[in-house]
């Protein structure tokens, strides 16, 4: 009996898991209002930057198109201004477009020449509640990013 009940336990995990379901999704992500209100403040010899952008995903799956506002920080002492280079990391909100619901998150990545590569990984509330987002974006110009991206539905239908 207790060999029986221990395959059974054992066997839980594996069916919970094979549930959960990944929806690849792309688009493009353009800049609809750059930064407003930059803040900047001197912490030693290092000087920290902080703005807000506001941008549009257009994505082949409703659940992650939508306005998303964007806040960006990097520092002086790993960002060059000159060549609009270096790590650059922020937090994200998407408003779902024409849906009750939001995507919240937190990015991490680098600026080269002005244009942003990063990573990011949220979690929806409203009518995407439960489920998680992760994407890459690469910049194709200063206003215009590509995204590819997955949803994570760890129940599955």
């Known amino acids: ?17 094979a549930k959960a379901e990944f929806t690849e999704y792309t688009g493009t992500e353009s800049g609809i209002a750059m930064p ?5 403040r001197q912490s030693g010899p290092i000087v920290h930057y902080s703005h807000v952008s506001y941008y549009y995903d257009d994505t082949s799956d409703w659940r992650t198109t939508g306005y998303t506002t964007v806040v960006m920080n990097f520092t002086g002492r790993d960002f060059m201004l000159p060549t609009m280079s270096g790590h650059i990391w ?12 939001a995507w919240e998150g937190t990015w991490t990545g680098k600026m080269v020449d002005g244009l942003p590569f990063f990573k990011a990984v949220g979690h929806g509330s409203g009518v995407v509640d439960g489920l998680k987002m992760m994407a ?3 910049g194709t110009s200063p206003t215009t990013i590509a995204i590819e991206g997955r949803i994570l539905d760890p129940h599955g239908n």
């Not at 407003?36 to 900047?40: A, K, R």
């Open 1 to 17: 009996m207790a060999v029986g009940l221990m395959a059974a336990l054992l066997a839980l995990p594996a069916t919970a898991s």
């Open 36 to 40: 407003t209100n930059p803040v900047f």
């Open 90 to 101: 922020g937090t994200f909100r998407t408003e779902l477009d024409g849906h009750d619901g």
């Open 136 to 138: 890459n974006y690469d």
